[in-house]
């Protein structure tokens, strides 16, 4: 048997190197001149006239920390856009990367015209290629795991051992991962655990440019960003030891999907006032874990949402669409995780469950497992525990009206205690009374098994520590 802890939160990750992470090599080398950085010298330009005009920037060291690339790149464009009269210089100082351009007026009106077409104004994109590329190059089947990297990851989480090996089998078998089981058993927070399992830093970038069409890829809300390599020190003019800025440094991602999640989705996000698009979860989630929450809980069939996947899951790859037709191939490098209050054959037919590869059943706890969890939950809430008063919930509540042993139930039970000990103006305890008071309140009148709490799923509640 093994003690182990849910993570409060998948947020609550520290902005820090993963262990062994080759920080400086993660990123490429920055592009030392236009056609280095791969994309049409008319995009660039587009873009720098589009900053200059939106932004206001006319120093040469402000645009190219704009668009993320090299004063050198940036001085280039500048002088061919000086030639086409779209900008010139209206101070140059004492150093070669301290001068001044400004549009012209002709300058001006050309980018307000592409404005109109697509706002966006943001870092340069990379190409597909380039992008593709280095995501086989960090891809998240490089990783792998034996018993003792598992266990040392999943320290402190109170599971048995058993269910901690079934994880790291599954994750190292690279396939799918079916977690089902009650509501409230611990499916999201033990697939929130999995991310303490991938190692590495890798390079993601700010967008993507396809068929001229800008595709934003980076997001703060799911990529946590690692402190720069040391190598970001030189001259703002040499390139020559600079990681290319258009890419993120960042820990392998953990993107999560619930209830809210359509096909749609899934599919290329058109803003059709901005002129660009927002990549879909999946696409954010490569190179690392895309956790489906709460499946069969979204508006769409579970058997639509699962046949969305059969072919990313058995080529690794999968097909977007762009608004004028045409379709371009990503990789589907991630680990895929699917979190369920349903059963295996009320989701999808055999064929489909058979490409799963993995299916775990995550069940109520062990007895000795829920009091620890119980003794933990009333160490966070400053309960005083009482051990007497805990048999006797086991005994009259959970035995006789047949209430399993959730992970959830001893945080949300000791929770309630605490806020009507408050409201009474009582000691903090774990009195009959109060206990009585929290069961009847969280299962309602009658508290038998019959009798659920609303939405007491994974997803809120968890094991803690």
Same mark, same amino acid.
Request: charged fraction near 20%.
């Given at each position: 048997?093994?003690? &182990?802890?849910?993570?409060?939160?998948?947020?609550?990750?520290?902005?820090?190197?993963?262990?062994?992470?080759?920080?400086?090599?993660?990123?490429?080398?920055?592009?030392?001149?236009?056609?280095?950085?791969?994309?049409?010298?008319?995009?660039? *330009?587009?873009? /720098?006239?589009?900053?200059?005009? @939106?932004?206001?920037?006319?120093?040469? /060291?402000?645009?190219?920390?704009?668009?993320?690339?090299?004063? =050198?790149?940036?001085?280039?464009?500048?002088?061919?856009?000086? +030639?086409?009269?779209?900008?010139?210089?209206?101070?140059?100082?004492?150093?070669?990367?301290?001068?001044?351009?400004?549009? /012209?007026?002709?300058? $001006? @009106?050309?980018?307000?015209?592409?404005?109109?077409?697509?706002?966006? *104004?943001?870092?340069?994109?990379?190409?597909?290629?380039?992008? *593709?590329?280095?995501?086989?190059? @960090?891809?998240?089947?490089?990783?792998?795991?034996?018993?003792?990297? &598992?266990?040392?990851?999943?320290?402190?989480?109170?599971?048995?051992? =058993?269910?901690?090996?079934?994880?790291?089998? %599954?994750?190292?078998?690279? +396939?799918?991962?079916?977690?089902?089981?009650?509501?409230?058993?611990?499916?999201?927070? #033990?697939?929130?655990? #999995?991310?303490?399992?991938?190692?590495?830093?890798?390079?993601?970038?700010?967008?993507?440019?396809?068929?001229?069409?800008?595709? +934003?890829?980076?997001?703060?809300?799911?990529?946590?960003?690692?402190?720069?390599?040391?190598?970001?020190?030189?001259?703002?003019?040499?390139?020559?030891?600079?990681?290319?800025?258009?890419?993120?440094?960042?820990?392998?991602?953990?993107?999560?999907?619930?209830?809210?999640?359509?096909?749609?989705?899934?599919?290329?996000?058109?803003? =059709?006032?901005?002129?660009?698009?927002?990549?879909?979860?999946?696409?954010?989630?490569?190179?690392?874990?895309?956790?489906?929450?709460?499946?069969?809980?979204?508006?769409?069939?579970?058997?639509?949402?699962?046949?969305?996947?059969?072919?990313?899951?058995?080529?690794?790859?999968?097909?977007?669409?762009? $608004?004028?037709?045409?379709?371009?191939?990503?990789?589907?490098?991630? &680990?895929?995780?699917?979190?369920?209050?349903?059963?295996? !054959?009320?989701?999808?037919?055999?064929?489909?469950?058979?490409? #799963?590869?993995?299916?775990?059943?995550?069940?109520?706890?062990?007895?000795?497992?829920?009091? $620890?969890?119980?003794?933990?939950?009333?160490?966070?809430?400053? *309960?005083?525990?009482?051990?007497?008063?805990?048999?006797?919930?086991?005994?009259?509540?959970?035995?006789?009206?047949?209430?399993?042993?959730?992970?959830?139930?001893? +945080?949300?039970?000791?929770?309630?205690? %605490?806020?009507? !000990?408050?409201?009474?103006?009582?000691?903090?305890?774990?009195?009959?009374?109060?206990?009585?008071?929290?069961?009847? /309140?969280?299962?309602?009148?009658?508290?038998?098994?019959?009798?659920?709490?609303?939405?007491?799923?994974?997803?809120?509640?968890?094991?803690?520590?």
């Amino acid at each position: 048997m093994s003690l &182990v802890n849910f993570p409060n939160t998948l947020a609550a990750r520290p902005a820090r190197a993963p262990e062994g992470a080759d920080v400086n090599g993660a990123l490429p080398r920055a592009p030392l001149t236009q056609e280095e950085t791969g994309l049409p010298a008319s995009f660039l *330009v587009e873009l /720098t006239a589009k900053v200059m005009f @939106q932004l206001g920037l006319t120093r040469l /060291t402000d645009l190219a920390q704009q668009m993320c690339l090299s004063a =050198a790149v940036v001085e280039s464009l500048c002088q061919f856009m000086r +030639r086409e009269s779209i900008v010139e210089i209206v101070r140059r100082g004492q150093h070669e990367a301290d001068v001044q351009y400004e549009l /012209t007026q002709g300058g $001006r @009106q050309r980018a307000a015209d592409w404005l109109a077409r697509n706002q966006y *104004v943001g870092p340069a994109p990379v190409s597909l290629d380039v992008y *593709v590329e280095r995501v086989r190059a @960090q891809s998240v089947t490089q990783q792998h795991f034996n018993v003792h990297d &598992v266990h040392a990851a999943l320290g402190g989480v109170l599971v048995p051992e =058993a269910l901690i090996d079934q994880l790291g089998t %599954a994750m190292n078998s690279g +396939r799918p991962i079916l977690l089902h089981g009650p509501a409230g058993s611990g499916k999201t927070y #033990l697939a929130g655990c #999995l991310q303490k399992l991938l190692r590495g830093a890798i390079a993601i970038p700010h967008a993507i440019l396809v068929h001229g069409e800008v595709i +934003r890829v980076f997001d703060e809300h799911w990529h946590r960003t690692l402190p720069p390599p040391a190598t970001l020190t030189p001259s703002a003019l040499d390139s020559r030891a600079r990681p290319d800025a258009r890419w993120v440094l960042c820990e392998r991602p953990v993107v999560m999907a619930g209830g809210e999640l359509t096909l749609a989705m899934l599919d290329l996000s058109f803003d =059709a006032r901005a002129g660009y698009y927002e990549a879909p979860p999946h696409f954010k989630a490569n190179n690392g874990l895309f956790i489906v929450d709460d499946l069969g809980r979204q508006m769409v069939q579970p058997q639509d949402l699962m046949n969305r996947w059969i072919v990313p899951m058995e080529r690794r790859h999968d097909y977007l669409m762009l $608004r004028n037709g045409g379709k371009f191939q990503i990789p589907f490098d991630l &680990v895929l995780v699917f979190a369920t209050n349903l059963r295996p !054959a009320e989701l999808a037919d055999g064929a489909f469950l058979r490409r #799963l590869g993995n299916k775990i059943e995550i069940g109520p706890l062990p007895e000795l497992y829920y009091r $620890r969890v119980f003794e933990a939950a009333c160490a966070d809430e400053q *309960v005083a525990f009482d051990a007497d008063a805990y048999r006797r919930l086991l005994k009259k509540c959970h035995h006789r009206l047949q209430r399993p042993l959730l992970a959830c139930t001893p +945080r949300d039970l000791v929770h309630l205690v %605490a806020s009507r !000990a408050a409201y009474l103006g009582l000691p903090a305890a774990l009195t009959p009374e109060l206990l009585d008071w929290a069961w009847h /309140t969280y299962f309602g009148a009658s508290g038998s098994a019959d009798a659920s709490p609303a939405d007491t799923d994974s997803s809120q509640h968890g094991v803690v520590s």
